[in-house]
């Protein structure tokens, strides 16, 4: 069992930034790609960022050169620094993780956490 806990959420100014995290907890063997996705309302959640544990990005066409991801594989835990918010950044953000559990088959998974908040309003 794995759980991911998010962190840093609330409301932002216009062209403020703000600052997430999530922590990877629980009964794993290993963790691999941490990512941030969200979703407002009415729409369906997309890709923010991603990050393998070799430090490798991915980014949403919405993000890149605003946003910024980054990991501690010692500590699992992944970040993304948020700058320049819109409006349009509001949504619940996600954090995503995948790996490998404990058990003998060392089966896959990928796990999601609660959601926090974004606003960006003034």
């Known amino acids: 069992q794995v759980q991911l806990v998010e962190s840093g959420g609330g409301l932002v100014q216009p062209g403020g930034s703000l600052r997430l995290s999530c922590a990877a907890s629980g009964r794993f063997f290993s963790i691999g790609t941490m990512g941030w996705y969200r979703q407002a309302p009415g729409k369906e959640r997309e890709l923010v960022a991603t990050i393998t544990t070799g430090g490798s990005r991915d980014y949403g066409d919405s993000t890149k050169g605003r946003f910024t991801i980054s990991r501690d594989n010692s500590r699992n835990t992944v970040h993304l620094q948020m700058s320049s918010l819109r409006p349009e950044d509001t949504a619940v953000y996600y954090c995503?993780?995948?790996?490998?559990?404990?058990?003998?088959?060392?089966?896959?998974?990928?796990?999601w956490g609660q959601g926090t908040q974004v606003t960006v309003s003034s």
């Open positions: 995503n993780a995948e790996g490998r559990g404990d058990d003998l088959s060392r089966a896959g998974f990928s796990s």
